[in-house]
């Protein structure tokens, strides 16, 4: 595609449900990136992958986070027992080469937890 | 950990004006990037302009341009003829040069711009 996409773009869930949110990065792009954003706050960094390793997670801000990236391409964040600080906006970004190259990022899901 | 700090929440400039946006970082490393990026609302964030900590000159982009001064560790950004599709919430972010972990962005809290016509 022409640039990173996610989907939903926005989902509402009630406390305790599980969501899971896709990334679906520019094709080619090695590096894979998701940062979570409070309202009115910048990004902050979740998880890296490098293809369908995941390098790092020491942003993830508990263990009813995680994230894959199976194939490479392809990503999904998955909340177990959504809670209400967990709304925000999840960001992806990817990058062809994450040392020099650009991320770019996605237009965001926005996760309202009820 | 390295930390970036944007001190001005809002700011506002008349079309055609210029503009300049703040940002502090401390780090102790000693090569490292620097970037300004664009989120207008409900769009996705684009980069602006990027900034490698062993060059000197400073990068400018059209109408972008930044100030940086590495021993005071600042890293402005000056918008010159603003037009009304500068509007949106600007962040500076700091990445490191090595690899691994380092390779994320850390962020500022941002600088919504307005630009009264």
């Known amino acids: 595609g022409a640039g990173v996409s996610q989907s939903p773009r926005y989902k509402v869930a009630k406390r305790g449900q599980d969501v899971a949110l896709r990334c679906d990065p520019i094709?080619?792009?090695?590096?894979l990136f998701w940062y979570q954003q409070a309202l009115g706050q910048g990004p902050e960094f979740l998880t890296y992958?490098?293809?369908?390793?995941?390098?790092?997670k020491s942003g993830l801000p508990s263990d009813r986070f995680f994230a894959e990236r199976p194939e490479g391409s392809v990503s999904t964040l998955k909340i177990q027992r959504t809670q209400q600080e967990d709304s925000a906006v999840y960001l992806c970004a990817s990058s062809f080469s994450a040392g020099v190259g650009e991320q770019f990022f996605g237009p965001g899901t926005r996760l309202t937890v009820l | 950990a390295q930390t970036v700090t944007q001190s001005q929440p809002e700011m506002s400039v008349q079309e055609a004006e210029t503009v300049t946006l703040s940002c502090t970082y401390d780090t102790s490393e000693s090569d490292y990037y620097l970037f300004w990026y664009k989120q207008p609302p409900s769009r996705q964030m684009i980069l602006v302009i990027r900034?490698?900590?062993?060059?000197?000159q400073n990068a400018t982009e059209n109408r972008f341009s930044v100030n940086f001064q590495k021993a005071a560790k600042s890293f402005s950004l000056k918008i010159s003829d603003s037009q009304l599709g500068d509007a949106a919430m600007y962040f500076c972010?700091?990445?490191?040069?090595?690899?691994?972990?380092?390779?994320?962005?850390?962020f500022g809290k941002g600088t919504l711009l307005t630009v009264n016509p």
């Open positions: 900034q490698e900590a062993y060059k000197q």
């Open positions: 094709s080619g792009h090695v590096s």
């Open positions: 992958f490098q293809n369908e390793a995941q390098l790092d």
């Open positions: 972010a700091y990445r490191s040069l090595g690899g691994g972990s380092n390779y994320k962005l850390t």
